[in-house]
């Protein structure tokens, strides 16, 4: 048995035939085999499910505020809701983070590459302080959406699939957007330091935009490392 699975399912799946896999056993699949992001898609295709989440958009932001953030760069700056899904990016942004981009879709949120995503450790050089705070803000912001079907669905899923999560989650631990210090290892550029200023796009909105702007001379000597190429 791998990941509460017989020989017999991996064998129908590999012959394409009726399995009527659940999300949650084939990324539990996917996780024990250590299957990287190509590996994962091809097995949901495989099994023809569901993403685990839906897809976000950037229809969900207004092109003003794309437009601003956009010409936030060379400044990193992402739209995000209240979940930590990413919405929208700037080219910067997008550089930056260029490995967690490549993340299937379902996976493009802050808090679900943190514990779904074993890069996020090699990444984030103070993890633990950073899943705890963005578990914190979930549940500030949970208050506002008990018994919205997809909050409750994300909280249950991630719950299944994260013992850290369910640990944190426990806590009822709530914290309030805030400037925060985030350091960062880059593979091309190295340690990078950076302030992170969390904006609310507008009046009654969901939306927030995080910028990141270098903490130290030396981060912004060495942010141009992270382009993938130069902005227009």
Known sequence: MLAGVGVTWYTWLEQGRSINASSQV???????LGMDNAEREHLYRLAEATPIRMDTTTTDVPATIQDAVRALDPLPAAVLNSRHDILFSNDAHHDLFADWHTLPCVHKNKLWCCVTEPLARERLLDYDKEVAYLVARLRAEYGRHVGDPAWEEDIRRLTELSDEFAALWSRHEVAPASVRT???????AGELTFESTPFTAAAESDLQIQVYTPADDGTA???SRTRIQAPA
């Open 221 to 223: 000597k060495r942010l």
């Open 26 to 32: 084939l990324d539990a699949v996917a996780r024990t």
């Open 182 to 188: 985030l350091r960062f290892w880059h593979p091309e």
